[in-house]
């Protein structure tokens, strides 16, 4: 396989540090991107050794709500590698547990402008870049919600990611005969600091069954992310979902905690949510 080129939004921590840090090991470039400089130096000065086959790791500051600043993160890729391969729209927030009335304007907004608005322009400048350069592959990245399911505290979170899927399934049939493939990457219930603060919550109970939820379904970075980089450099067809936790895996886990106990949780996890 050649050398590709991997952009990795909202990638100076948690998922989006964990995959480029599998691709760098993997002998392929990276282009990572935060909010601010300062986080995107470190994560370069951290990401950089893991580099092999004279792969390299680069950066740039990007806020992903923001057209231009996504437009640079692009040129930044093309600037360093000749080109961008591979484009994973990882970046996305989320938020206490707040049931509908609760709801506050500013996660509201915060949330649909990163998680949805943010991935719709990222793609678009993607799209657009990657027709000019005879082609590439597009990940949009799935979560809570993407298949309609419902929990109490989540409808704002589920929201974007079920607009997500809608998004994705409709761009796929307006690109699918194009030379850009657009996929889903799904990557599971993984403790990042991003799902700690989902375990907030002013309802006991809610907080509770998350917990206990959590200790059944997730999963670390580290377990997730060399499975979830295998499968982004290998040629996908369009509308590929690469999915660490599926429905069926969901089950046996349940299945198996009425006998043994799974416990992924810290007391350091339990602190910080």
């Not at 005879?134 to 079920?162: C, R, V």
């Amino acid at each position: 396989m050649s050398t590709l080129s991997v952009v990795i939004t909202g990638s100076t921590r948690g998922i989006g540090k964990g995959l480029a840090a599998e691709v760098l090991k993997r002998g392929h470039n990276v282009i990572i991107s935060g909010r601010t400089r300062q986080a995107v130096d470190a994560a370069v000065a951290e990401l950089s050794p893991l580099a092999t086959a004279g792969a390299r790791v680069t950066g740039a500051p990007c806020d992903v709500a923001n057209r231009d600043q996504l437009q640079q993160l692009w040129d930044a890729g093309v600037a360093a590698f000749g080109r961008v391969d591979i484009w994973v729209n990882n970046a996305g927030i989320s938020h206490p547990r707040q049931r509908a009335g609760e709801m506050r304007e500013a996660d509201i907004k915060g949330v649909q402008q990163i998680n949805l608005l943010g991935m719709m322009l990222a793609t678009q400048i993607a799209l657009h870049g990657m027709r000019k350069q005879g082609g590439g592959t597009i990940y949009n990245m799935e979560g809570f919600g993407s298949n309609g399911m419902i929990t109490p505290g989540m409808s704002l979170y589920g929201a974007s990611k079920f607009a997500l899927t809608y998004f994705n399934k409709a761009l796929l049939g307006e690109t699918r005969k194009g030379p850009v493939k657009i996929c889903y990457l799904s990557p599971g219930i993984v403790i990042t600091d991003l799902l700690k603060r989902d375990m907030g919550s002013n309802n006991p109970k809610d907080l509770a069954r998350t917990r206990r939820v959590y200790n059944v379904l997730a999963d670390r970075v580290e377990t997730v992310t060399p499975w979830l980089a295998e499968r982004i450099l290998q040629p996908q067809k369009a509308g590929s979902r690469i999915a660490w936790l599926t429905g069926g895996k969901a089950g046996r886990r349940f299945f198996m905690s009425l006998f043994r106990k799974r416990q992924v949780l810290t007391d350091a996890d339990f602190a910080e949510g």
